[in-house]
């Protein structure tokens, strides 16, 4: 690479949060906002965020769940309906305390999620059996107040999808929170090309309000972890709170059961750390807002760019999202630029290539360029695309496979997670011995997978004995 | 229509606001939300709104516009910086003054519209004449504390897509604003069937913040205006009090021109307004949720059932949104309950239409049943779907024409309105005149169209003697 072209993107090695920033700032994936701690999606990231919600919706749809929408404000007594949830929350919203020039008579919460004034509307709504399941999502914007944000991974305000639903039964509603999860763990590995660890959250680490949590969590490439999506099983905790009641079959009144689950733009900061490299972002080709650029060389030389145009066409016929950049910048620049963007397929086309019937094609992924003779140019095309999409998801579960190691004693965990990995270990299952251990080393619980080995008869993190019947395997990490 | 079936809906005739509200809860629509002036958007109402999203996305995107998100929350500060923006929504606005468990040190403001967060960004982005015509849009939320509000009309808060963009030269910027105007006026017509009167709005009527602004404006059943889109050139009103400056081709820094436009969740009502009828919704095909529902008559009997779930999966394969209702409702109920929802076909099947190789179909903007061979069901039903949408604008068009009513004098604007009509009249251009037509009878200024004539030589609203070259043609009414 030639240095004057390059927009200096700090080293990933040695300076990995520094990477992260300059990255997703350098891109123009986003930038920051003006009130502390919000985002700007710019046209280049909400793109990719447009794909990634094309991707979802349709799977959520296929899930009988109907998409609307719910107001952004919540009286703030709503919030301390389900005991736990007002605990949960209560310290990160925003409140607006006067409105239409008027101090309000009751404070209004900025939604941090929205169980509470959904389940408003749904013991207004549900009256019979046959009002069940019932499943809507949406998609929108939240508030956290946080105090160390950075964009995408943590901020202020994000955006998101999040799904509730209603059903007459424990069982199927408990089947339902499994179903979404699957939904999340089928999608981030098939759209967005990244392997995830899944399972239940710990008591400490569940929802506020949730019976039980599932997340799926994704190892970044600094060994860190990024919870990137969790599924609720909520009993008939909030259904008791805001009496959401049907009239069941046997002619009596009970409380619904819910779900509720949801992803977020955290998801781009997860896409950004599992597969960028020095060079900029590597998109996986399902998400890419450019899919194929194509940089005409010498495109004053005869017949250049009308073999361009022609490739152009061809490839937007077959629904592949390509870009000609016949800008006056240089070659090298135009390199750079497009490999800093993380745009999967670069075709550079020149006089050369014109009269030796050539294709020559660059692969984000691999960083790797070759020539071969241009054929059918679609699908020559569409089958590196599909290259593309499965090398990456190979190789992030190669590294996910090579970052987990399993560990049987507490200098182990830590070690294992400062040399950036995952542990793989058995844990007591006791909350004080989760917040002894995040306290004094900052390593937190991740999941607890759903296949259960009784790996070791020794809790890893604080040394106590376990019987057969005792303890727990779980994802030990640093998390963002 | 057997009453006992039907969800009883206010007399359009009598009661039409009553109709109104009718209609939008009990077709599920939308509901109200807890805190004041929100709204829900139920699953078939938010089914509408993502049917016009897609069509109106794709459209703005045809014309260069790229999506980005900006954020919800605006330093209150920002406010101020542009002196008619600030005294335009101060009133209106929802303040955040704690966050995080903390009084903020400086308030916070929920967009109410976001020129100016957008602008504060504009001016670390823009550098250089290269960069424009630099063109946003966002579909987002936004917050306008409102006295008296109503359903998809007036709600605190609304949805709404509001595009932003910058040009090197007012000329440029001016015709921007014209050509996202006629993408506005188009949508309407093509896809929402809306006829609009198109113009420009008033010096008092127009955009806090612009130089000029330009609407669409639809008239509704009871004669009454509906702002449905408005399209505003900002000049550098803007870019001067955020400094948004490029280098221009001519070595100097200059201020941007601007523009902004937007359409609302508003133009759900007006396609409630606009097509309604005392059975409830008409919905366009083309925005639809289900454009054709399938009765089954007598499903047991044999091959109804068969047949029925031929054509469904036929109409689906051909892209039609097409429902099979074959619960154990009653056809009655099923037929007030679809045309209530305002389908657009239904087609009921059953034995004899089996035996008989009969099509029987329901057209809900005629409400004429008819009986005619099953031939292809695909062209069948796609002819009639494009023959509903165009019947639908054409209705309307003679709607819009036969209640604009051409005045010469105060009483006959005055009648005119009060008959429920758009008044069509010389108007001196003076804002007092203006001013007192509205607080004396509620009449109010709706726009200017393009093609002006001179039709008269006197105000119709006040009275003055104007010259060959003074007043203008205005269109006047009252308005939601």
Same mark, same amino acid.
């Given at each position: 690479?030639?240095?004057?072209?390059?927009?200096?993107?700090?080293?990933?090695?040695?300076?990995?949060?520094? $990477?992260?920033?300059?990255?997703?700032?350098?891109? #123009?994936?986003?930038?920051?906002?003006?009130?502390?701690?919000?985002?700007?999606?710019?046209?280049?990231?909400?793109?990719?965020?447009?794909?990634?919600?094309?991707?979802?919706?349709?799977?959520?749809?296929?899930?009988?769940?109907?998409?609307?929408?719910?107001?952004?404000?919540?009286?703030?007594?709503?919030?301390?309906? @389900?005991?736990?949830?007002?605990?949960?929350?209560?310290?990160?919203?925003?409140?607006?305390?006067?409105?239409?020039?008027? #101090?309000?008579?009751?404070?209004?919460?900025?939604?941090?999620?929205?169980?509470?004034?959904?389940?408003?509307?749904?013991?207004? $709504?549900?009256?019979?059996?046959?009002?069940?399941?019932?499943?809507?999502?949406?998609?929108?914007?939240?508030?956290?107040? @946080?105090?160390?944000?950075?964009?995408?991974?943590?901020?202020?305000?994000?955006? $998101?999808?999040?799904?509730?639903?209603?059903? &007459?039964?424990? @069982?199927?509603?408990?089947?339902?929170?499994?179903?979404?999860?699957?939904?999340?763990?089928?999608?981030? @590995?098939?759209?967005?090309?990244?392997?995830?660890?899944?399972?239940?959250?710990?008591?400490?680490?569940?929802?506020?309000?949730?019976?039980?949590?599932?997340?799926?969590?994704?190892?970044?490439?600094?060994?860190?972890?990024?919870?990137?999506?969790?599924?609720?099983?909520?009993?008939?905790?909030?259904?008791?709170?805001?009496?959401?009641?049907?009239?069941?079959?046997?002619?009596?009144?009970?409380?619904?059961? !819910?779900?509720?689950?949801?992803?977020?733009?955290?998801?781009?900061?997860?896409?950004?750390?599992?597969?960028?490299?020095?060079?900029?972002?590597?998109?996986?080709?399902?998400?890419?807002?450019?899919?194929?650029?194509?940089?005409?060389?010498?495109?004053?030389?005869?017949?250049?760019?009308?073999?361009?145009?022609?490739?152009?066409?061809?490839?937007?016929?077959?629904?592949?999202?390509?870009?000609?950049?016949?800008?006056? !910048?240089?070659?090298?620049?135009?390199?750079?630029?497009? #490999?800093?963007?993380?745009?999967?397929?670069?075709?550079?086309?020149?006089?050369?290539?014109?009269?030796?019937?050539?294709?020559?094609?660059?692969?984000?992924?691999?960083?790797?360029?070759?020539?071969?003779?241009?054929?059918?140019?679609?699908?020559?095309?569409?089958?590196?695309?599909?290259?593309?999409?499965?090398?990456?998801?190979?190789?992030?579960?190669?590294?996910?496979?090579?970052?987990?190691?399993?560990?049987?004693?507490?200098?182990?965990?830590?070690?294992?997670?400062?040399?950036?990995?995952? &542990?793989?270990?058995?844990?007591?299952?006791?909350?004080?011995?989760?917040?002894?251990?995040?306290?004094?080393?900052?390593?937190?619980?991740?999941?607890?997978?759903?296949? !259960?080995?009784?790996?070791?008869?020794?809790?890893?993190?604080?040394?106590?004995?376990?019987? #057969?019947?005792?303890?727990?395997?779980?994802?030990?990490?640093?998390?963002?």
């Amino acid at each position: 690479m030639n240095n004057e072209f390059v927009k200096k993107i700090a080293d990933m090695k040695t300076d990995f949060p520094q $990477w992260y920033t300059d990255v997703v700032l350098k891109t #123009e994936m986003a930038d920051y906002g003006p009130v502390k701690g919000t985002m700007v999606i710019r046209p280049y990231g909400y793109a990719v965020w447009e794909n990634m919600q094309r991707e979802m919706d349709a799977r959520i749809k296929a899930h009988g769940v109907d998409n609307a929408y719910f107001p952004l404000f919540i009286p703030y007594s709503y919030l301390s309906k @389900e005991a736990e949830h007002v605990e949960g929350f209560a310290p990160e919203v925003a409140v607006v305390t006067y409105a239409g020039g008027e #101090e309000l008579a009751e404070k209004i919460v900025v939604r941090p999620t929205s169980e509470t004034v959904i389940c408003n509307m749904f013991s207004k $709504w549900i009256q019979s059996y046959r009002d069940l399941p019932f499943k809507v999502n949406q998609w929108c914007n939240v508030v956290r107040w @946080e105090k160390t944000t950075r964009p995408f991974l943590r901020t202020s305000e994000f955006l $998101w999808q999040e799904g509730h639903t209603l059903h &007459a039964t424990a @069982e199927d509603a408990r089947e339902h929170t499994l179903e979404m999860l699957e939904v999340y763990r089928e999608f981030c @590995e098939n759209v967005l090309a990244i392997p995830m660890f899944i399972g239940q959250k710990t008591e400490k680490e569940k929802f506020a309000g949730a019976e039980t949590t599932y997340s799926i969590e994704a190892i970044m490439k600094d060994g860190k972890a990024l919870q990137s999506g969790t599924s609720h099983y909520l009993g008939q905790n909030f259904s008791r709170a805001f009496d959401i009641k049907f009239l069941d079959k046997d002619g009596t009144h009970k409380n619904c059961y !819910q779900t509720s689950w949801g992803t977020s733009t955290r998801l781009i900061g997860a896409l950004i750390m599992t597969h960028g490299d020095q060079r900029g972002l590597v998109l996986p080709p399902k998400v890419a807002p450019i899919q194929v650029v194509i940089i005409p060389i010498a495109a004053q030389k005869e017949g250049v760019m009308e073999a361009v145009r022609d490739m152009e066409s061809k490839l937007k016929g077959a629904g592949i999202r390509v870009k000609v950049d016949d800008s006056d !910048q240089t070659p090298g620049w135009k390199f750079n630029e497009y #490999e800093m963007k993380g745009v999967p397929i670069r075709i550079e086309f020149g006089p050369k290539d014109l009269q030796n019937g050539n294709l020559t094609v660059f692969r984000r992924d691999t960083n790797e360029k070759t020539t071969t003779p241009l054929g059918d140019i679609v699908s020559q095309i569409s089958d590196l695309l599909n290259e593309i999409q499965r090398n990456m998801l190979e190789r992030a579960k190669e590294f996910k496979e090579a970052h987990t190691i399993t560990c049987y004693t507490r200098d182990e965990v830590i070690k294992a997670v400062n040399d950036g990995n995952f &542990a793989r270990a058995m844990w007591c299952g006791d909350r004080a011995c989760e917040e002894r251990l995040k306290d004094e080393t900052a390593i937190t619980t991740r999941n607890m997978p759903f296949k !259960q080995e009784h790996i070791s008869d020794t809790c890893a993190c604080c040394g106590k004995k376990l019987k #057969e019947d005792e303890g727990k395997l779980i994802y030990l990490a640093k998390a963002y």
